[in-house]
Every structure is written in C-alpha cells, then in structure tokens.
C-alpha cells in the first residue's frame, strides 16, 4: 500500500523555538496533504490542506503565521510551528491524498509527531 | 456544518461479548471511513465505505453504511484482547479546487474500546 513517512517521530523543544516536521509520500505523488492535531484523548482536528505549488487552506481558529505549510513538491509537505510554546505540545499527523482516481484516491496516514515544548 | 457523533465513547467488553459501535453525521456525505488508533500511534485504516448500504467485513470487525440515516456502524464480533484500542469513524466531504478537487474528513471523537480477558 501506499506509504506516507513523516519525520521526526518526536521531538522535544525549548519555548520559543521553531520546528519543523516533514511530511512525505514515498511512492506515489500527492495531490493533497493535510496537517492534523491531536490532543491527548482528543479527536484529529483538521489544520490545514496543502496543495503542491500554492496556499495552503487553514481552518477556522489555525494561526497560519505560526503554523507554516510549504508543499513544494508532490512527494513533500512541511509544518513549521513557529515560536512554540507549551500550548503547542500535541500530536501532529499529516495525511497525503493519492493522485489517482476510483476507491485509492484516499488519504493514507504518517506516523505522526509527537511535540513537546517546555 | 458537517458533525460526526460516535458513540460509546468508552466501551469496556469481555473477550467472546459482541458490540456495536455507531457513527452519525449531520449531513450528505461522500465517504465514510473507520480507522483503528492504537496509543501512541497513527492511524490504521480499516474500512472506506463508499455507498448506501455497503458493508465490508474483516477479521472480527464489520463495518456498515446507511447514508439515509446517516448512520455508519462497526460491529464487533467475538472479541479479542487484541482488539483493544481507538476506533474513529471520519466523514469525507468533497470540494473543488482550482483544477480537480479534492476530500476533507470529519473526525468523531472515537471510541476507546477495551476488551478484558
């Protein structure tokens, strides 16, 4: 099946610092990547799509200036959470949508991130 | 605004017992998928049902859609320590994009199952 590598698993960081986290699609091309949230116990909760060579859309309540989305290629998306801060600590999945049509054209999911800032 | 309610929240069960999970949504979906989360971990897709009355089945786990009702279920059959975790149920919505278009989900809250020996 497809897969979706994200990078790193967990990472631990000062407050105040950025991180950044990749998002790729190993062997296929993404349309679409998505960013998701999870607090502990919680749901995902959509942050933002990425399309390859534009904008990235964010939901209603995402800062853009402090999450950063670059999508700059088919196989790679990138969040930069800028001037982290305790409040940011969670669980950060990306999702990358294959480019085909019919009953594959889902999302397939990375292994997400886990963040701590202190 | 598109809601997805799922329900129990918790579910504790003993191996052998049968349960059902339910998954209701608020409006016309495209697409709707079950998705296994185990702590610590991402998520493992189980199941993409895609019309009225679809119903796909693996191990001892079954999952059904309604799209009249709204209502999607995974049935548990005969369960297994194994089984233990997060199940989530997300709703696809489709939108349109400059060129092509592309597939939002909607998450529930999930349902964290414990299965006891």
């Known amino acids: 099946g497809a897969v979706v590598s994200q990078h790193p698993s967990w990472v631990i960081c000062k407050s105040g610092t950025s991180v950044k986290i990749e998002c790729r699609s190993l062997?296929?091309?993404?349309?679409?990547m998505f960013w998701y949230r999870q607090f502990p116990k919680q749901s995902l909760m959509l942050m933002a799509t990425?399309?390859?060579?534009?904008?990235?859309?964010?939901e209603q309540g995402v800062e853009k200036d402090k999450f950063l989305i670059n999508h700059a290629s088919l196989t790679l998306s990138t969040l930069t959470v800028t001037s982290a801060h305790p409040e940011d600590s969670s669980f950060y999945i990306c999702s990358a949508r294959i480019r085909l049509a019919g009953p594959k054209n889902i999302q397939y999911f990375g292994a997400g991130t886990r963040l701590s800032v202190l | 605004e598109l809601k997805v309610e799922q329900n129990p929240l918790f579910l504790s069960m003993q191996e052998g017992k049968n349960y059902t999970i339910y998954c209701n949504y608020s409006t016309t979906s495209d697409r709707l998928y079950w998705y296994r989360q185990d702590p610590g971990k991402s998520l493992e897709s189980l199941f993409v049902?895609?019309?009225?009355?679809a119903v796909k089945q693996e191990g001892r786990l079954m999952a059904s859609l309604d799209t009249k009702a709204r209502l999607s279920t995974l049935h548990i059959t005969a369960a297994v320590h194994d089984l233990s975790a997060t199940y989530f149920c997300?709703?696809?919505?489709?939108?349109?994009?400059?060129?092509?278009?592309?597939?939002?989900?909607?998450f529930g809250k999930g349902t964290k199952l414990t299965v006891n020996p």
């Open positions: 062997d296929f091309q993404a349309t679409t």
């Open positions: 049902l895609l019309s009225n009355g």
């Open positions: 990425s399309n390859e060579g534009s904008k990235a859309t964010y």
């Open positions: 997300a709703v696809g919505r489709f939108y349109l994009l400059t060129q092509g278009g592309s597939e939002k989900l909607v």
